[in-house]
């Protein structure tokens, strides 16, 4: 009788422990955000690594032929096969495969990524289809979506800031990343041309203005976040080169390196950030992305179990280790819609060998999966409302109904549907209903690999 009713003290203490933290993290993430907007204006200042990409043509409807597509952008990349029709043709046909790429070669040597992504492609070249070659004596061309801060030379060209997301590959830092994969198809045998350099948020807004004349921006909620937007040329004081024909520029944010003392930020993301492979560096994207939500909870539960006992005498060794808790495993838990919660049972047994956990440390763990998305979630919407705000299309002029699509591609955003639905009602509840029913999300699945290879297609040596 003893030991049981000393067991639920502890448990309800322990409870109670962790609504008080998850409590006050609430109160450190709410209220605060709302300011982080009035700053929002910062990100066109301080976060243009490649204000002006040299994007001569978009792509237009009229091109046609074979092209290929890379998108390297975090734990995944994929290799794109696309076939356009020409004269409003569009795209006809598009295959692709995805690759993951092994954890060692992230951290390993610039070669040794780049003859590895090269044999990929090497390899779903060799499976090219009827009717899916290029015309003879042509060489295939490929757009290569590579999805870091990049210093751009050329629409074909560009040289590496830094390595984000995980990636930590010194001799690749300051080369021409066009230069490096051209380098490695040759070592591996295989004959094809890199005509454009984009990053995923570029590549994606490409592909949705293809399609869509209204897309605006594009926004990437993956394994990490960055958005991008097409601006008046002469709105960019940073830009001192000939103002393009058509009076538009395309403006990449590089938003996940954004910081401001006004962000929410708890003693979790700064362990988190000091811990990292950037220190200093990706706040915003710390906060928000794929990468790093469920390692926000991992250490907010290990300061749980450490502090409060929340999982009894003992801290499951499990729970000490960085990123064993990946965002999908959080958002199956958020998700769980049985009474008893037995998702969040599953998940703890599995990944961290939590076994015997009471509805109640569930349910607390539900409502931490809940706190850490909405805090993502929001400033997700914030940033957006900045690049409306911005454009100047946070107001309805004369009862206009002028649309504005933002295309979005990313993991986080396609799966983790309580995120993607709280950032649409932040965006309602920031903008008001009547501006933010001319808002569209749409989601540009493959996006940013369709939008590099008809920007491959637009750029093409054969035109
Ligand atoms: P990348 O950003 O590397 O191009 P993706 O756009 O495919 O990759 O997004 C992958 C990311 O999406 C993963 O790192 C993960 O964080 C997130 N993700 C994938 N599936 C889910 C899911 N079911 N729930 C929540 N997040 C997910
Ligand atoms: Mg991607």
């Given at each position: 009788g003893?030991?049981a009713v000393?067991a639920a003290?502890?448990?309800?203490?322990?409870?109670?422990?962790?609504?008080?933290?998850?409590?006050?993290?609430?109160m450190r993430?709410?209220g605060?955000?709302?300011?982080?907007?009035a700053i929002?204006r910062?990100?066109?200042?301080n976060?243009?690594?490649?204000?002006?990409?040299?994007?001569r043509?978009s792509?237009?409807?009229?091109e046609?032929?074979?092209?290929y597509?890379?998108?390297?952008g975090g734990?995944n990349?994929?290799?794109?096969?696309v076939?356009?029709?020409?004269?409003?043709?569009?795209?006809v046909?598009?295959?692709?495969?995805?690759?993951s790429?092994?954890?060692?070669l992230m951290?390993?040597?610039?070669?040794a990524l780049?003859d590895?992504?090269?044999?990929?492609?090497a390899?779903?070249v060799?499976?090219?289809g009827?009717?899916l070659?290029?015309?003879?004596?042509?060489?295939?061309e490929?757009g290569?979506t590579?999805s870091?801060?990049?210093?751009?030379?050329?629409?074909?060209?560009?040289?590496?800031?830094?390595?984000?997301?995980?990636?930590?590959?010194d001799?690749?830092?300051?080369?021409?990343?066009?230069?490096?994969?051209?380098?490695?198809?040759?070592?591996?045998?295989?004959d094809?041309r890199v005509?454009?350099?984009v990053?995923d948020?570029i590549?994606?807004?490409?592909?949705?203005?293809?399609?869509?004349?209204d897309?605006?921006?594009?926004v990437i909620?993956?394994?990490g976040t960055?958005a991008a937007y097409?601006?008046r040329?002469?709105?960019i004081?940073?830009w001192h080169?000939?103002?393009?024909?058509s009076?538009e520029?395309?403006?990449n944010?590089?938003?996940?390196?954004f910081r401001?003392?006004?962000?929410p930020l708890t003693?979790y993301?700064?362990?988190?950030?000091v811990e990292?492979?950037?220190?200093g560096e990706?706040?915003?994207?710390?906060?928000?992305?794929?990468?790093?939500?469920g390692?926000?909870?991992?250490r907010?539960?290990?300061?749980?179990?450490?502090?409060?006992?929340?999982f009894?005498?003992?801290?499951?060794p499990k729970?000490?280790i960085p990123?064993i808790?990946?965002?999908?495993h959080m958002?199956a838990m958020?998700h769980?819609?049985?009474?008893?919660?037995r998702?969040v049972?599953?998940?703890?047994k599995d990944?961290?060998e939590?076994?015997h956990?009471?509805?109640?440390?569930r349910?607390?763990?539900v409502?931490?999966?809940?706190?850490?998305?909405?805090?993502g979630a929001?400033?997700s919407a914030?940033?957006?409302?900045?690049i409306?705000?911005?454009l100047?299309?946070?107001a309805?002029k004369?009862?206009?109904?002028?649309?504005s699509?933002?295309a979005?591609d990313g993991?986080?955003?396609?799966?983790?549907?309580k995120?993607?639905?709280?950032m649409?009602?932040?965006l309602?509840?920031?903008?008001g209903e009547e501006?933010s029913?001319?808002?569209?999300?749409?989601?540009?699945?493959d996006?940013?690999?369709?939008?590099?290879?008809?920007?491959a297609?637009s750029h093409?040596?054969y035109l």
């Amino acid at each position: 009788g003893k030991v049981a009713v000393g067991a639920a003290v502890v448990c309800s203490a322990a409870v109670c422990a962790a609504a008080a933290l998850v409590v006050r993290h609430r109160m450190r993430c709410s209220g605060r955000w709302v300011r982080a907007m009035a700053i929002l204006r910062e990100f066109e200042e301080n976060c243009g690594t490649h204000i002006g990409t040299v994007i001569r043509k978009s792509p237009r409807q009229e091109e046609n032929g074979l092209f290929y597509a890379l998108d390297l952008g975090g734990t995944n990349f994929r290799v794109i096969r696309v076939l356009l029709g020409g004269r409003d043709g569009g795209v006809v046909k598009q295959e692709f495969e995805e690759v993951s790429i092994p954890p060692h070669l992230m951290t390993g040597s610039s070669d040794a990524l780049f003859d590895y992504i090269a044999t990929a492609l090497a390899n779903f070249v060799a499976t090219e289809g009827e009717g899916l070659h290029p015309s003879p004596g042509k060489q295939r061309e490929l757009g290569f979506t590579f999805s870091f801060p990049v210093r751009q030379t050329s629409i074909s060209s560009g040289n590496l800031i830094k390595w984000t997301k995980g990636f930590s590959i010194d001799d690749t830092v300051g080369e021409d990343v066009v230069g490096e994969l051209t380098k490695a198809m040759e070592r591996v045998g295989l004959d094809m041309r890199v005509s454009a350099l984009v990053n995923d948020t570029i590549g994606t807004l490409a592909g949705g203005r293809y399609y869509n004349p209204d897309v605006i921006a594009a926004v990437i909620l993956g394994t990490g976040t960055n958005a991008a937007y097409v601006e008046r040329a002469q709105a960019i004081p940073k830009w001192h080169g000939l103002l393009p024909k058509s009076g538009e520029m395309v403006i990449n944010m590089e938003w996940g390196n954004f910081r401001s003392s006004h962000l929410p930020l708890t003693e979790y993301d700064q362990d988190l950030d000091v811990e990292s492979l950037n220190p200093g560096e990706q706040i915003f994207e710390k906060i928000i992305s794929g990468m790093y939500l469920g390692e926000i909870v991992r250490r907010v539960l290990l300061k749980m179990a450490e502090e409060a006992a929340f999982f009894g005498d003992t801290v499951p060794p499990k729970l000490k280790i960085p990123f064993i808790l990946r965002t999908p495993h959080m958002s199956a838990m958020h998700h769980d819609e049985s009474s008893d919660l037995r998702v969040v049972g599953s998940k703890l047994k599995d990944i961290l060998e939590i076994s015997h956990t009471s509805l109640k440390m569930r349910k607390a763990i539900v409502e931490l999966c809940d706190i850490v998305a909405t805090r993502g979630a929001r400033l997700s919407a914030a940033g957006i409302v900045g690049i409306i705000k911005k454009l100047g299309r946070d107001a309805v002029k004369d009862g206009e109904k002028q649309k504005s699509v933002i295309a979005m591609d990313g993991g986080l955003y396609e799966h983790y549907s309580k995120f993607s639905s709280c950032m649409e009602s932040t965006l309602k509840e920031l903008l008001g209903e009547e501006v933010s029913d001319n808002i569209v999300i749409k989601l540009s699945n493959d996006g940013s690999g369709i939008g590099a290879a008809l920007l491959a297609a637009s750029h093409s040596q054969y035109l």
